[in-house]
């Protein structure tokens, strides 16, 4: 099956500083990307949809320059959190797909801002 | 607005026993239907998906699906819980004409608790 993994799985930083977070397809071409926030307890709301050398498309209320994400490759999607604070301490999740109808999730990674 | 909601915000069942977790949708023209499920600190797994056909959808690790349109809903099922069925379920949905992008719109999540 397709398979997805995020890089780190676990982070913490300090506040002000900025956090790359990486989403690979490892067995697949992600043509479209997507990146969720996850808080506990509750659902994934999605943030930015990203399709392969193109600009991400962020959903209403999310900052895209505080959340910078990158698509550079099929394979590969970045998010970075700029100046974070602890507000921004989250779950975030990556999903990838090929075209095919179901979305295929990353592990996600823990984020937690000092 | 569309939207996807999941009455229960937690589900308990004797192992061995019948379970349920519903899910009822309110979106625009034919959508397609997902369920996943998420394991503490993990991502999402796909779990069955509706797109088109036959109503009553099979998936991963016995678990299946009926889509019903007349009631906008499609609730989960296996005829037997496992203790390792416990974990946190998740309807979605991708409305019609989300386009090439597939955008999902999830519910807010199930919690399974199947007991010995």
């Known amino acids: 099956g397709a398979v997805v993994s995020q890089h780190p799985s676990r982070v913490i930083c300090k506040s002000g500083t900025s956090v790359k977070i990486e989403c690979r397809s490892l067995?697949?071409?992600?043509?479209?990307m997507f990146w969720y926030r996850q808080f506990p307890k509750q659902s994934l709301m999605l943030m930015a949809t990203?399709?392969?050398?193109?600009?991400?498309?962020?959903e209403q209320g999310v900052e895209k320059d505080k959340f910078l994400i990158n698509h550079a490759s099929l394979t590969l999607s970045t998010l970075t959190v700029t100046s974070a604070h602890p507000e921004d301490s989250s779950f975030y999740i990556c999903?990838?797909?090929?075209?095919?109808?179901?979305?295929?999730f990353g592990p996600g990674t823990r984020l937690t801002v000092l | 607005a569309q939207s996807v909601a999941q009455p229960e915000d937690q589900v308990n069942v004797a192992e061995g026993n019948p379970l349920t977790v519903k899910c009822t949708y309110s979106?625009?023209?034919?959508?397609?239907l997902f369920w996943y499920v998420q394991y503490p600190n993990r991502g999402l797994q796909f779990l069955l998906k509706?797109?088109?056909?036959?109503?009553l959808v099979k998936g991963s690790y016995g678990f299946e699906a009926e889509f019903n349109k007349s009631q906008t809903s499609f609730h989960l099922k296996k005829p037997s819980a496992l203790v390792s069925d416990s974990a946190l379920y998740f309807c979605?949905?991708?409305?019609?004409?989300?386009?090439?992008?597939?955008?999902?719109?999830f519910g807010q999540g199930t919690t399974l608790q199947v007991k010995p």
């Open positions: 999903s990838a797909r090929s075209g095919a109808h179901e979305q295929f």
């Open positions: 509706y797109i088109t056909g036959d109503n």
């Open positions: 067995d697949f071409q992600a043509t479209t």
């Open positions: 979605a949905v991708r409305p019609h004409g989300s386009g090439n992008t597939g955008k999902l719109i």
């Open positions: 990203s399709n392969e050398g193109s600009k991400a498309t962020y």
């Open positions: 979106v625009s023209g034919n959508p397609y």
